[in-house]
């Protein structure tokens, strides 16, 4: 499984993904599920996946094939008009591969399936964030939604929908994701370090703050340590029940 | 769907269950998911259940009427000489009926399934917790697996994972559980209040305190209200990222 989160801040875009994908528990291997296109100045791209990796990595390889060979440059992801366009792109090109590889060969249900999240901005336009299904349709993120998950969401969930807020800092977004996914791998072995984070601000056009946190970094591992110890001590200072 | 968690404390055993039951998302009732048999000082056990309703009420009648009728009174589940017999023959049953329901009528896959917690003390032994599969197999907590939930388990496991302490007084449980339920309930429409506990103290061979807790709880109100500003402060509490 994975776990993904992207977010929209007042900032900018954010993004994290875990890097453990397994085929059976007895197969697992570290691979990016974050994949950012760029071209300063004109757009940035984000796109996160969950799911069968070979459809991942075929929507990916195939987008990114199209950035650049020069015969068959349109449609390109960075030469799209908008973001809208882009979600359009990568929504018809995952429905495509997943269409593929469910013809030919064996019959295997949903085991083709993918789910992504797309975000970034486009020159000329605003950032935006999309939630896209392996059926090749989406969802846009907003003011009500302003985050998606994808993978194994649910134990991370509860930290984000309290402690989300649109005006958090970039650091303090760090930290938030950091805690959701640290309640996840601690919860569940499909979920594992290093994770990949991209934050993206708003109307830089050009990649944002990227790199890796792995399961020896300082910082990850006083959250981890911490908020054990926080949980413990703010489940103290909650009124005492009486029988 | 349902959320049920049933604890093994130094002090006794604990056990809460939501209420909300679903057939498709516009369908909700409220049914009961915790039967409690009782015969003082010979033996206390507590059955929780998530999965078909009608299984698990198939499953807790049959269990039932032996517990009346005088002429099918054995096996009886208070006749039980023990708390693994009294899983033996629970498991037997739920198999039973599950099988029952699958034979006859059309077929479904998986619909008739159910999952048990079964935990209690019968004269003579130790108070003991099981989890009871739909296919007739169970497993026992011990020190390692102090705690099963069964249902909607994610949302509300990593705070258990981090708290759970065997040695936690009653009110502290009490209010451990319910930060647990609140998360649950929160990011999960098929989980609902009210909520049903029953906390049976060790040897005491009878039934101990059981209630339950409506949404209206101003205890529940509390904790629901207060710990979402304690998990903001307690991320707050956290040391801050630098990129």
Redesign the interface.
């Known amino acids: 499984m994975t776990y993904c989160v992207g977010m929209m801040l007042e900032k900018g875009l954010v993004f994290m993904s875990d890097t453990r994908t397994n085929a059976g528990l007895d197969n697992i291997s570290t691979f990016q599920k974050m994949k950012i296109w760029e071209q300063p100045g004109q757009g940035v791209i984000t796109l996160m996946s969950a799911g069968n990796l070979a459809t991942t990595q075929a929507v990916v390889s195939i987008l990114d094939e199209r950035t650049k060979a020069h015969d068959e440059r349109d449609p390109s992801i960075l030469a799209v008009p908008s973001m809208f366009q882009a979600a359009r792109l990568i929504a018809k090109t995952l429905k495509d591969v997943i269409a593929n590889h469910a013809q030919v060969g064996q019959r295997a249900d949903s085991a083709f399936n993918a789910t992504l999240i797309l975000g970034g901005q486009i020159a000329g336009g605003p950032p935006r964030l999309f939630l896209i299904y392996p059926e090749g349709n989406f969802i846009e993120a907003g003011a009500d939604t302003p985050f998606f998950q994808i993978g194994?969401m649910?134990?991370?969930?509860?930290?984000l929908?309290?402690?989300y807020e649109p005006g958090l800092s970039?650091?303090?977004a760090?930290?938030?994701l950091?805690?959701s996914f640290d309640?996840t791998i601690?919860?569940n072995l499909t979920v594992g370090l290093p994770l990949d984070f991209h934050?993206y601000e708003t109307d830089s056009l050009e990649q944002g703050?990227t790199g890796r946190i792995s399961a020896d970094d300082p910082?990850f591992l006083?959250?981890s340590q911490?908020?054990?110890e926080?949980?413990?001590?703010?489940?103290d200072?909650?009124?005492?029940?009486?029988?």
């Open positions: 194994e649910m134990y991370g969930r509860p930290i929908v309290r402690a970039f650091e303090e760090m930290r938030l950091l805690v309640s601690k919860a934050f703050k910082y006083a959250i911490g908020w054990g926080a949980l413990k001590s703010a489940l200072q909650q009124p005492t029940f009486e029988f």
